[in-house]
């Protein structure tokens, strides 16, 4: 169907949501109608993302029910009995996140499969970790994450509590592509559901069982010192954090009042990604006020956390995602002397070899998984089947971090909690965490990141992304100052390419369109367009023997590489 005729086929609609209606009958640009209804809003292996509002290509009540409809074919074609074990759903700070989490509540229930319904907002790991506890068939998030305040999403969960992987999300999709007309899915009301007792609801328990789950990974600090300043960023992070850390014993604990409730309008932080230093504006103003040890802020839906700590000078210093997982590795590591010998850490592949350096240096083992934090889930099951590894820790460069086997994601939960418990140790030796960076950084080298993240939106942009992409399969990249291009890996096609003996080797990983170029000096870039955003992000790790060296080499390897797209 063409977008002129999706778009008369929504105005038909005798009972089409009013306030979507009166949307799409002020649109006057042909551009937005052809934007809202070229394509179905599209569910990849990552979930569905998109802007809010009317149209058959942005997050609405009937996106949400197609996709749902589509989970519950799904899950009772794999075993008839899931409809008794049911799905759990749970939603951040969002506009339209209670109303999206109830629509998918209705329409599983209505299909006779149970929904589990948490009572109000919820970070996303406390999902991962109720779909274990409750031994759900699956579960639901309703976030875009740190996307901007026009966007909402839609991830599912598998049963071991991780982000479906390919082959499940795949058979996701087969079944979601077989709805015809989204506006027959029958819903069910909130109420309704209670009454029937298909629609449960899930509170204050699991917000307990959640707690003991984290703290159970964490050391108890009650003679603790340490002065915290933490920002939700308006998001869901806001009570499980603070529950946390007041039961490990942190009693110096300010947060951000600005920042503290939940806000669908972000007013404060119209990007809420802790990846973004701006977000730190308030908190930063509040902990020199207070005189802070350490600013920690996690993202609307609570898997994520940005680190801001002191330098030797007392200023603070914002850290980068690869920063604070390699001092996590290594603290993780040299203060939980009981892990079996057969530990791992896992990252993934646009994620710096620091981390992993590290904690070989630690003895233990090291693994790469593609971007994207289910494919540390999966490992994590696999492992718990066969024994082969005991897991220790996992985390991306994108501000993601879990240490022990209650979820299946990352939460920025746990991760609060044990850069403040780091912190705290260090500050207890009369350093700060930018200084036990820097002694990272002597022991190993100086590794030095960066992202550069292109935002191509619509029609032209989907198709720039894939010429550049196609440009940098076949193009012939020379080394950069010192560092040889030693090895080529196309992760679409499974082949890494070794450019010294010309040896082509199998890579074990699930196909996915990324790019890497390796040099000798463990440096290295990556393109990846983002399974989520209209983005290709460019990854960039170089390394030096000194700071200086690294950063002038960085920039050095950036210019070459973005000197090669035109957009």
Request: aromatic share 10%; charged share 25%; glycine share 8%.
């Amino acid at each position: 169907m063409d977008y002129k005729k999706a778009y008369q086929n929504w105005l038909d609609q005798p009972e089409l949501d009013p306030q979507l209606r009166q949307e799409l009958e002020a649109i006057t640009a042909e551009k937005e109608i052809e934007d809202r209804f070229y394509i179905d809003l599209e569910f990849g292996t990552g979930g569905m993302r998109g802007k809010m509002g009317a149209g058959s290509n942005r997050m609405n009540i009937y996106t949400v029910a197609k996709v749902t409809y589509g989970l519950g074919k799904y899950l009772l074609r794999q075993d008839i009995q899931n409809w008794e074990k049911g799905v759990v759903i749970a939603y951040d700070s969002r506009h339209n996140s209670r109303k999206f989490a109830e629509t998918a509540a209705g329409v599983l229930g209505k299909m006779g499969v149970v929904a589990y319904l948490f009572e109000e907002l919820r970070p996303t790991p406390e999902l991962s970790f109720a779909v274990r506890e409750l031994k759900a068939a699956g579960g639901i998030v309703i976030t875009a994450s740190h996307n901007p305040k026009e966007y909402n999403g839609y991830k599912v969960y598998g049963p071991d509590g991780g982000q479906m992987v390919t082959a499940s999300a795949d058979a996701l999709i087969a079944e979601i592509e077989k709805i015809q007309d989204p506006f027959a899915i029958p819903i069910m009301s909130l109420a309704e559901g209670r009454d029937q007792k298909i629609i449960k609801m899930v509170g204050e328990k699991m917000d307990q069982a959640f707690t003991a789950a984290v703290t159970a990974i964490c050391l108890a600090n009650r003679d603790s010192q340490l002065k915290v300043v933490y920002t939700p960023l308006h998001g869901s992070g806001n009570q499980p954090v603070r529950r946390v850390l007041a039961e490990l014993g942190y009693q110096q604990v300010l947060v951000v009042p600005e920042q503290e409730l939940p806000d669908g309008d972000f007013t404060t932080a119209p990007y809420p990604n802790p990846e973004d230093p701006s977000v730190f504006a308030l908190a930063m103003a509040l902990a020199e006020q207070k005189n802070a040890d350490i600013i920690i802020g996690t993202d609307p839906d609570g898997d994520r956390v940005g680190v801001v700590g002191r330098n030797q000078n007392g200023q603070f210093e914002i850290f980068s995602g690869n920063q604070t997982g390699a001092l996590l590795v290594d603290y993780y590591l040299k203060t939980r002397t009981d892990l079996p010998e057969n530990k791992v850490v896992i990252k993934t592949i646009v994620t710096s070899e620091l981390g992993g350096i590290v904690a070989k240096s630690h003895g233990a083992g090291v693994l790469d998984v593609l971007t994207g934090f289910k494919y540390i889930g999966e490992l994590m099951t696999d492992f718990e089947k066969t024994g082969d590894y005991t897991f220790a820790f996992g985390y991306e460069e994108s501000y993601g971090y879990l240490a022990g086997n209650y979820a299946r994601d990352k939460d920025a939960v746990v991760a609060c909690a044990l850069i403040c418990e780091m912190t705290d140790y260090y500050k207890k030796q009369g350093k700060t965490l930018y200084e036990a960076l820097i002694d990272l950084y002597q022991q190993h080298g100086y590794f030095i990141e960066d992202v550069v993240a292109l935002t191509l939106e619509g029609i032209e942009g989907k198709a720039k992304i894939t010429e550049i992409m196609e440009k940098f399969r076949t193009i012939s990249f020379p080394g950069f100052a010192d560092a040889q291009l030693i090895r080529f890996d196309d992760y679409e096609t499974g082949v890494s390419n070794d450019l010294i003996s010309e040896a082509k080797t199998k890579i074990e990983l699930p196909s996915s369109n990324v790019l890497k170029f390796v040099f000798d000096d463990y440096s290295w870039f990556a393109l990846r367009p983002s399974g989520t955003e209209p983005k290709l992000k460019i990854y960039f790790s170089v390394t030096g023997k000194t700071r200086e060296e690294a950063m002038t080499k960085k920039e050095l390897l950036k210019k070459q590489v973005t000197g090669l797209i035109e957009v």
